[in-house]
């Protein structure tokens, strides 16, 4: 069964950091571009950052450049979203996914969730004193 898990998520202050991962199971994650999304309350769902197959190329949602990385680790199937600098409005679910025939672009992130078939059940990060 294809199978994508996000984990790390949880309560922080702002100003802090987590690290979320996203695991695949039943598939590997190496011929996949990646995404991730994420969901506010009331909002819909927004694309926050992609990486390309190769890990070279990312890009960012504008209100988190700078201050979120991505990065895959392809020997543990993992790829990692690194949120430092953590405000309220960063509260959300956050999910990764994938989609077939996806290419990570500033012009395909900002369209997202369009073009993703595949995601986790998300993880909640909630940034609050």
């Known amino acids: 069964q294809v199978q994508l898990v996000e984990s790390g998520g949880g309560l922080v202050q702002p100003g802090g950091s987590l690290r979320l991962s996203c695991t695949a199971s039943?598939?590997?994650?190496?011929?996949?571009?990646i995404v991730w999304l994420r969901q506010a309350p009331g909002n819909e769902r927004e694309g926050v950052s992609c990486?390309?197959?190769?890990?070279?190329?990312?890009y960012y949602e504008d209100s988190v450049k700078g201050r979120f990385t991505i990065s895959r680790d392809k020997g543990k199937n993992t790829v990692y979203l690194q949120m430092n600098s953590l405000k309220p409005e960063d509260t959300a679910v956050y999910y990764c996914?994938?989609?077939?025939?996806?290419?990570?672009?500033?012009?395909?992130?900002?369209?997202?969730?369009?073009?993703?078939?595949?995601w986790g059940k998300g993880a909640l990060v909630t940034v609050s004193p």
């Open positions: 990486i390309s197959t190769s890990g070279a190329v990312t």
């Open positions: 039943g598939f590997t994650l190496d011929y996949y571009p």
């Open positions: 996914a994938i989609g077939e025939g996806f290419f990570c672009t500033e012009y395909t992130l900002k369209r997202v969730p369009n073009g993703m078939d595949t």
